[in-house]
């Protein structure tokens, strides 16, 4: 009980010291919890969507992933909905004419679709709608004019009744009119919804009338969902996918889960960064609380404390630091999830915050992860307490260094970098992605727990050279605030290693961003010939789309790419399906790709085809050789390799070429896919007014981008931006724990120093030139930081870079410009953790100062 007394009296006396480790700790819990809130409201407001829309029964057409992508659902007979209405156990039928792969307009030739990435969905209105949705403006649709959008769309891209739609599908375009407004019941998935009546869905959306995409049946007055599945199985036989609502709704939640547990354990990654980042200062905080309080520490041994009395006092300071810190980052988590639910919501998916879902588990992870770090953190600093001797009471405040200890840290240390290092070597120069990846991940590891326990050897080389140039030339200021930093090795160390590891992630990431850029802007410029690329932002292209680019003028020519489905029987006897690339044969000069043997433009003669030199090796495909191919829903046919392609490249790496001519040969017209992206050579001189040309006829298809090459380059380099600028936003949480690191350790070395600082402030330095001192040394181990966590990225980008060339993304680029500002960013972010530290230095009344013991 004295014990406990003790801790609580010390961690109240020291509540200020302990202010910025409870707020990593707030931080890092509450990133943890908010991202568990978050993900398990999703899961739940999917669960009560899938359950108000599935049926007791559903019918729907069998699986095939080797199906050809004719921009159709596949479809059941509509003579089915008779053969199952009549069998025993049906109460109802309901048809569905759905399609996933529609766009649509408005009137001002904008799309309506998301832009979150969700589609646009056609389909028919019927009974089973009015589950989910509810028409709360307007009528439902009738006739082939009429349609009803939801809501969540309408007030987003400002859609009212009476506006009229261009719709796209894989049948054709046709306008309609809004009619009507529907609201969901439960959440909106984050898609655009179109509904209209069921002739209308199954003509313009499947192409016939004659068909349904899937039908839902419910069960009559006392059949279960098993029994009717039963009935339905024996009474319509093979060939057709029969689930019961619960197994829809499994169905449904496994594809929507594997998307949310990749962005809940990518969340949960950072959040465990941020928590490592913390550790460091944690630990620095008890350190020096331990080493402030020494003579404290030694009278009690003194009077009668026990090591483990002394050990259990400490440790019990940092349970209190866990469990306040983890309380309030339990709440702050919750009120993450709801922002992050606001955000999805500006997405096009609206959560209510009505349905937030804490599950008692949450909390419970939170305060657990909260203390056992804080506890663990702590072991350290407090065995080091235990240690002090009652002799101590008669000596200054500070722990000496174990000599010996360091020099074991030092060793152990060098040999964890030699370590990580090797393996870092031998990951780039793998010969598979799969092994080097492996020996990267370890590499990674090594190298940065080596320079975590390095830090302090590598202090004392490091923050001299930064002295020598950042330092000297504020005069005797700066060499007070160098060794300042120099006086305790270990702290500056662990201080300066919570700044690198965000750094290091910051520098890697931006190696391996700016070389796969540079390296797909480079290939663009070797591989790619044709002067303009035109694809859809919502699948393939529809023959209206094609038509309208075939039109444009100062064109030369457009060629037509397809994905299409086939199996093939090779030499060493196997039978494997794959997508072949049919197109147009002007696309050997569209895409000039290279070759091992043969020349492309010959893949594209009759019942010719191209294979990679990695599979025609493993394969044993010579040139000249006639591989039987069968068209998935197709015809056979014998195909002579003419070429053999290299696998050096980042476009269509793998890809298997042919005509489209002989594509079309051995398919049915509708089962032949339509083209997934057309590429236009302008005429000779002509690339301005074919590029004109060519957006005009494109107009009424906002879907459509029309890019030459400079504005392709754009887009990739776009996309790896958007998505490190997202990852670095992540990583922010990590750096701004480390920051408050920095200002803890400066906060708590100038309560160390309080008698020291009265003592420089007596003989003449003045408050400026204190304060100044305190700036500098936080400058100087934020710099320090920051060499050790960009040198170490850029160490693991040039790695991973090594590893990427094995793809064909071969160019490497060291983004010299950002490293450079995070370099500099690093002495500002020291810059202003000093701040604060300073100007509480600056403050001191001199004779306290001196008096304090």
Excluded at 702 to 728: E, W
Aim: charged share 20%; proline share 4%; with cysteine.
């Amino acid at each position: 009980m004295t014990v406990l007394k003790t801790s609580f009296r010390n961690f109240l006396a020291h509540k200020g010291r302990m202010a910025l480790s409870a707020v990593a700790v707030l931080l890092s819990v509450a990133f943890v919890c908010g991202t568990l809130v978050f993900t398990d409201t999703m899961t739940a407001t999917f669960d009560k969507l899938f359950a108000s829309t599935a049926a007791d029964v559903s019918v729907s057409p069998p699986k095939n992933d080797d199906a050809q992508e004719t921009g159709k659902p596949q479809t059941l007979p509509a003579s089915l909905r008779d053969r199952l209405a009549k069998v025993q156990g049906v109460g109802k039928v309901e048809p569905h004419a759905t399609s996933r792969q529609i766009s649509a307009a408005d009137a001002k030739k904008k799309s309506i679709g998301p832009d979150s990435g969700a589609p646009t969905i056609g389909t028919n209105w019927d009974e089973s709608q009015k589950k989910s949705v509810e028409i709360t403006t307007g009528h439902e649709p009738h006739g082939a004019k009429e349609v009803v959008l939801d809501s969540d769309t309408a007030d987003k891209r400002h859609v009212k009744t009476g506006d009229a739609l261009r719709v796209s599908a894989a049948p054709g375009d046709f306008t309609v009119t809004v009619v009507g407004l529907a609201t969901y019941k439960t959440t909106n998935p984050g898609a655009a919804i179109l509904y209209f009546d069921t002739p209308t869905a199954q003509a313009r959306l499947l192409g016939t009338t004659g068909a349904y995409s899937s039908y839902g049946l419910t069960a009559a007055s006392g059949v279960s969902d098993e029994q009717l599945k039963t009935s339905v199985t024996a009474a319509v036989g093979t060939g057709y996918t029969v689930h019961t609502a619960a197994e829809t709704n499994e169905e449904n939640k496994d594809e929507i889960g594997s998307v949310l547990d990749v962005m809940k354990y990518a969340l949960l990654g950072f959040a465990g960064i941020a928590l490592l980042v913390g550790i460091f200062l944690i630990v620095n905080t008890f350190s020096m609380l331990v080493a402030q309080r020494t003579r404290e520490i030694g009278l009690m041994r003194a009077i009668g404390s026990s090591r483990k009395q002394i050990n259990r006092s400490v440790l019990v300071e940092a349970l209190l630091l866990g469990v306040v810190g983890s309380v309030l980052g339990i709440g702050g988590g919750i009120a993450l999830a709801v922002g992050l639910m606001e955000l999805m919501g500006s997405m096009g998916m609206k959560l209510d915050t009505s349905e937030l879902t804490i599950k008692p588990t949450t909390p419970v992870v939170g305060l657990l992860i909260g203390v056992v770090v804080t506890v663990l953190a702590a072991y350290l600093p407090a065995r080091r307490a235990s240690k002090i001797s009652p002799m101590a009471a008669l000596r200054d405040s500070g722990n000496p260094a174990d000599a010996k200890a360091g020099k074991v840290r030092a060793a152990l240390g060098l040999l964890m970098t030699a370590a990580g290092a090797a393996a870092l070597l031998a990951g780039g120069n793998a010969d598979e992605a799969g092994a080097g990846s492996s020996l990267l991940g370890l590499g990674v590891l090594l190298t940065l727990l080596g320079f975590v326990v390095v830090g302090p050897l590598l202090a004392g080389f490091v923050v001299r050279a930064l002295g020598a140039v950042v330092l000297r030339i504020f005069g005797p200021v700066g060499r007070l605030a160098e060794r300042n930093a120099l006086r305790n090795p270990r702290r500056t160390g662990a201080t300066a290693s919570a700044l690198m590891i965000g750094l290091a992630l910051v520098a890697a990431l931006s190696v391996v961003g700016s070389s796969m850029v540079a390296s797909a802007t480079g290939q663009l410029d070797k591989s790619v010939g044709a002067d303009f690329i035109i694809g859809g932002d919502t699948g393939p292209l529809t023959p209206a789309m094609v038509k309208a680019v075939k039109s444009a003028g100062h064109v030369e020519h457009v060629t037509e790419t397809a994905s299409v489905s086939a199996r093939l029987t090779l030499p060493d006897g196997k039978t494997d399906t794959q997508r072949l690339t049919a197109a147009s044969p002007t696309y050997a000069d569209d895409l000039r790709i290279e070759t091992v043997r043969g020349k492309l433009k010959d893949a594209y003669a009759k019942d010719a085809m191209s294979v990679p030199e990695g599979y025609a090796k493993d394969h044993r495909i010579k040139l000249g050789d006639k591989l039987p191919v069968t068209m998935v829903d197709g015809r056979r046919a014998a195909l002579k390799v003419t070429a053999i392609t290299s696998d050096d490249t980042a476009f269509d790496k793998g890809a298997m070429y042919t005509d489209i001519a002989t594509a079309r040969q051995y398919l049915p017209a509708d089962k032949m896919p339509p083209p997934v992206m057309l590429f236009a050579k302008a005429a000779d001189g002509q690339a301005k007014e074919a590029a004109a040309s060519l957006k005009a006829a494109v107009e009424d298809y906002p879907q459509i981008k029309v890019r030459d090459q400079a504005d392709y380059k754009a887009l990739i380099k776009d996309q790896v931006g958007q998505l490190l600028n997202m990852i670095y936003g992540l990583l922010a949480l990590a750096i701004i724990v480390a920051v408050l690191g920095v200002v803890n350790t400066l906060a708590l070395s100038v309560v160390e120093r309080t008698r020291e600082i009265g003592l420089l402030r007596a003989i003449g330095l003045s408050r400026r030139q204190m304060r100044r001192m305190i700036r500098l040394e936080s400058v100087v181990i934020a710099l320090f930081g920051a060499l050790l966590g960009l040198g170490l990225g850029m160490a693991w980008g040039v790695t991973a870079h090594k590893l990427l060339a094995l793809q064909g993304l071969g160019v490497l680029e060291i983004p010299w410009p950002t490293i450079t500002w995070v370099f500099l960013g690093s002495a500002v972010v020291g810059l202003l953790a000093a701040l604060v530290p300073a100007f509480r230095a600056g403050r001191m009344n001199v004779l306290n100062a001196i008096a304090t013991d």
